[in-house]
């Protein structure tokens, strides 16, 4: 972070190799589709935890992190049929067939380890997280959580635009403009919105619109995240088994770091 006469403020991520992080990310998302003529409509509420650590810091100010999926709990409620599950209590859930079908996918996350980098700005350069989960459909901190901050100088009131694309395994982009609503010596807080757009997931076509906004709260020396909240409307058409199943999907997510 550096200051200028002006009384405005360069952010840039200031992280040391070492630093140790919990972050709790809860999604509450309700899913509409129609499958073969019939609309279906799921609720899910999701809940990540996760260990992070920067594992480096380069000469050029990239940051690698490692991000370890210690715990996750699904709840979902598909046309009344209700289902939950819980890495940390497995047991609860063994007379389920549809738990047990979640947890078939979701176990093989727990105590995975995903690397991830990203620039002093906050842009993403890559993560793993495709070839360690797989096409488990999990989004944790590695998927673009961070604030991308502004290659210059602003002062509360700005706005600045970036373009991420945040999943190494598909095509779609995030272009997002952010807004610098009021900066602390401690903490400072900024809110974004934007527009998602793609064409395939995890190698699937699937042709993918929407929008995006939340708010962030950030250190103001480090420019690490400490918590935020986003609400996210998206429209997509996937194609199962030659047959193409349109959807529409509402999320709000909230992060909190410790």
Not at 141 to 151: H, K, T
Not at 162 to 178: E, K, L, M, N
């Amino acid at each position: 972070m550096a200051f200028t006469p002006a009384g405005s403020v360069r952010f840039t991520y200031k992280l040391e190799k070492g630093k140790k992080s919990q972050i709790e990310i809860k999604t509450n998302q309700n899913i509409s589709m129609t499958m073969t003529g019939q609309s279906v409509n799921i609720k899910q509420d999701v809940t990540i935890n996760q260990s992070v650590e920067v594992t480096d810091v380069g000469s050029d100010g990239q940051i690698d992190f490692s991000v370890v999926y210690d715990r996750i709990r699904f709840k979902q409620n598909a046309m009344g049929m209700e289902v939950e599950w819980d890495s940390d209590n497995t047991a609860a859930s063994e007379g389920n067939m549809m738990a047990q079908q979640i947890a078939n996918q979701l176990n093989n996350v727990i105590k995975q380890t995903v690397k991830s980098s990203i620039d002093p700005l906050g842009n993403p350069i890559k993560n793993n997280s495709s070839e360690v989960l797989g096409e488990t459909n999990v989004s944790g901190f590695e998927m673009g959580m961070l604030v991308i901050f502004a290659d210059q100088e602003v002062a509360v009131g700005d706005t600045w635009e970036v373009v991420i694309q945040p999943d190494p395994s598909s095509d779609f982009t995030i272009t997002a403009v952010y807004k610098l609503d009021e900066y602390k010596s401690k903490t400072s807080k900024i809110s974004f919105e934007g527009t998602v757009a793609g064409t395939e997931m995890n190698g699937t076509p699937a042709k993918l619109s929407g929008t995006i906004s939340g708010k962030a709260t950030i250190d103001s020396k480090t420019a690490w995240l400490l918590s935020s909240t986003s609400m996210q409307t998206l429209e997509m058409e996937m194609e199962q088994q030659g047959q193409k199943v349109p959807m529409t999907m509402t999320s709000y997510t909230e992060l909190t770091t410790k």
